[in-house]
């Protein structure tokens, strides 16, 4: 079975993480898909087609920059409503899809826990996800409002200070604290009758707990997740780039260049659908490591192990 209260280091919590995609990794993305899954098709279907829209409107500027110079601005001026009614659109789902991608995983867990790692339904998952509503837009409000100032006051600094180098792991060190610092809060408060600034303290009290261990563990996780993903993503655009160069060295004629520079908008289209749900998918295991993480401190703090081991026996004597 499964632990999630576990007494975890740097090496423990990557290993964990491993082992809880091995246990529950197929049952985990089925319903992940399942819940997030029509909001993700929708937002690639507007990111592939402003994409598109978008690299066919830069093409059809070039081929034509001599017969109409503003060609650009007069396209933007003419379709503003369109073109402003497909951001805003764009923008509230994923404001919708990062509340549930960050939220997925803390009910999940949460689920483990209360089953002790027995299988449980999607609609277990929607309802917790449901109860979780109100804290999940109070989340979201404080961390626009509150949290990301803060964010944007700490990181200009610590940009400028990178010119003098030190900056440079000094951006590391915080930026990784700073995002396993929100994680963790958010899992305290989903997972415990707090409020929101009590949350935010307790994650930072959690964060001091072991600072280096949880500051190493998510940039190391964070990084690896980057390595993988980009090299996935690297694949078909070293391949579109390739195509692109041999095309572009034998455009005859104005419908020729009209069709490569087509099929060049719908291929960088493409890549970055896929790099958007890949974004989204593999955004989880940095999630469910932090999980891991939280779990960790909680049994260093309350020693929970022991507690389920004296409920177990006593399930077991009836």
């Not at 997030?36 to 070039?62: C, D, Q």
């Not at 707090?194 to 994650?203: D, I, T």
């Not at 960088?268 to 939280?294: D, E, H, P, T």
Request: overall charge neutral; glycine content about 6%.
């Amino acid at each position: 079975m499964f632990e999630l209260y576990k007494k975890r280091d740097l090496s423990a919590n990557f290993s964990d993480t491993i082992a809880f995609f091995k246990s529950f990794g197929k049952h985990y993305f089925k319903n992940y898909f399942v819940i997030n899954g029509i909001f993700l098709m929708v937002l690639v279907v507007l990111i592939y087609f402003i994409s598109k829209v978008y690299m066919e409107l830069i093409f059809s500027g070039i081929t034509n920059v001599r017969n109409n110079p503003n060609y650009l601005m007069a396209y933007f001026n003419n379709n503003m409503a369109l073109i402003a009614g497909g951001f805003i659109i764009t923008f509230l789902l994923i404001v919708i899809l990062s509340m549930l991608n960050i939220s997925f995983p803390v009910i999940y867990l949460r689920l483990i826990e209360k089953t002790n790692g027995d299988p449980f339904s999607t609609q277990e998952i929607m309802g917790g996800l449901k109860e979780n509503i109100g804290k999940m837009i109070i989340f979201l409000l404080g961390s626009i409002f509150i949290i990301l100032p803060l964010a944007v006051i700490v990181f200009v600094l610590l940009f400028f200070l990178c010119f003098i180098l030190i900056g440079i792991p000094l951006i590391i060190i915080v930026g990784s604290a700073f995002m396993s610092w929100i994680t963790l809060s958010y899992y305290e408060y989903i997972l415990k009758d707090v409020g929101y600034f009590k949350a935010l303290s307790n994650g930072f009290h959690l964060v001091k707990q072991q600072f280096w261990t949880i500051v190493g563990t998510t940039f190391l996780m964070m990084l690896l997740v980057q390595i993988i993903q980009g090299f996935i993503t690297m694949i078909p655009y070293v391949l579109s780039m390739v195509w692109m160069f041999v095309s572009s060295q034998n455009l005859q004629g104005p419908a020729a260049r009209t069709d490569t520079f087509s099929t060049m908008g719908i291929i960088i289209a493409v890549i970055m659908v896929f790099s958007v749900l890949l974004s989204y998918v593999f955004n989880n295991f940095v999630l469910v490591n932090q999980g891991l993480i939280y779990y960790g401190l909680q049994e260093e703090k309350e020693n929970n192990s022991t507690k389920s081991q004296i409920d177990l026996i006593g399930s077991d004597i009836e």
